[in-house]
């Protein structure tokens, strides 16, 4: 029987943090699936490149040229050390007639990330940094969790504001001055999604009642 140290010796490619596993507009036909650490995929637009999402061990991506023949959509880079298993597009499709457990769990997470791109289509243009950071945050916990801890580099990244670092800065500790997040050296954690959506509600009222 092939064990899962088998399936990493066989299918599994090591990239080093900060490495491409592909480029946008590449020609691709290998599909991955993150064993262990972290990528990024990433998009050039005018203002340069953005995350689009981070995604974690367990999580695939890359399935689209796969399925369509066209180009990748996007850039995925190793945001840490990560181990990838690669299934060429032989194997993939050989999943997918054989498991329609398989095929669900992809359509799954292809609405799963339609949905979250038009919730973060209408995050990254609002022009209320406030609203950016707080969606952000509550993207992050929904995806994966109350407690869990969100590094400054990737709030950046998510929030899209690498050119606005400081003002993210500023909502972060004015957030964890009212509780609503604690800090913990270089990460974030939101402790309650209820406490951020009242955050968000208090938001909300000051800017209807006239308070930036
Ligand atoms: P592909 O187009 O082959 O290469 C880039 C990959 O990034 C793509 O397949 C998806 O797996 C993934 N991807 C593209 N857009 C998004 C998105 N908005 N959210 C999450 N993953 C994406």
Redesign the pocket.
């Given at each position: 029987m092939t064990n899962e140290n088998d399936i990493i010796s066989q299918y599994g490619r090591k990239y080093a943090s900060g490495e491409h596993i592909f480029k946008e507009g590449d020609h691709?036909e290998e599909m991955f699936i993150i064993h262990a650490g972290s990528v990024r995929?990433t998009k050039s637009t005018d203002e340069g490149e953005k995350t689009?999402?981070t995604l974690g061990a367990g999580d695939f991506?890359?399935?689209?040229?796969?399925i369509d023949k066209g180009p990748?959509?996007?850039s995925?880079v190793a945001n840490e050390e990560t181990v990838c298993i690669v299934l060429n597009e032989e194997l993939f499709e050989q999943q997918m007639q054989r498991n329609a457990k398989i095929v669900k769990k992809i359509l799954k997470n292809m609405s799963a990330?339609l949905r979250?791109?038009n919730e973060q289509l209408q995050n990254l243009t609002t022009k209320d940094f406030n609203m950016r950071v707080v969606n952000t945050l509550l993207l992050h916990v929904h995806k994966n969790g109350e407690n869990t801890t969100l590094t400054h580099k990737a709030l950046v990244q998510q929030a899209g504001m690498e050119d606005n670092v400081s003002k993210l800065d500023e909502i972060i500790a004015a957030m964890a001055k009212a509780k609503v997040v604690s800090i913990v050296g270089d990460t974030v954690c939101v402790t309650s999604s209820g406490n951020i959506e009242k955050y968000k509600q208090y938001l909300e009222m000051k800017k209807a009642f006239g308070e930036s």
């Open positions: 691709g995929i689009l999402v991506f890359g399935e689209m040229a796969v990748r959509s996007a995925a990330r979250a791109m």
